[in-house]
């Protein structure tokens, strides 16, 4: 069972900076994808940043130049340097992966795994 655990989250002020990581119990090789998405009360959850197991990224407008999402697949890790943060920003942030099943060789479907999820709370 693949287990994400995420961590960096925190209180900080607008303008300042957090770097949220999320470890895998084990490989991230087999994750077609992996990224962050964010929650805010009473909002719906919504992707924030991704990254394709060949290294491609995508972006929410919102983030667009201010976060940037790395993968370390030599230590298992996923990460989001977030830049010039604003209190829009605060939300709790899941880490997800997406991992192809394979049924007798032949693709089945894609399967989500989700973090706990980390508090980021941007202070105006």
């Known amino acids: 069972q693949v287990q994400l655990v995420e961590s960096g989250g925190g209180l900080v002020q607008a303008g300042w900076s957090l770097r949220l990581s999320c470890a895998a119990s084990?490989?991230?090789?087999?994750?077609?994808?992996m990224g962050w998405h964010r929650q805010a009360p009473v909002k719906q959850r919504e992707l924030v940043a991704v990254v394709s197991s060949g290294g491609s990224t995508n972006y929410a407008d919102s983030v667009l130049g201010r976060f940037t999402i790395s993968r370390d697949n030599a230590k298992n890790t996923v990460s989001m340097q977030m830049n010039s943060l604003e209190p829009e920003d605060t939300a709790v942030y899941f880490c997800?992966?997406?991992?192809?099943?394979?049924?007798?060789?032949?693709?089945?479907?894609?399967?989500?795994?989700w973090g706990q999820g980390t508090q980021v709370t941007i202070s105006s």
């Open positions: 997800k992966a997406e991992q192809k099943q394979y049924y007798r060789g032949v693709y089945s479907y894609t399967r989500p795994y």
């Open positions: 084990g490989s991230i090789l087999s994750f077609e994808t």
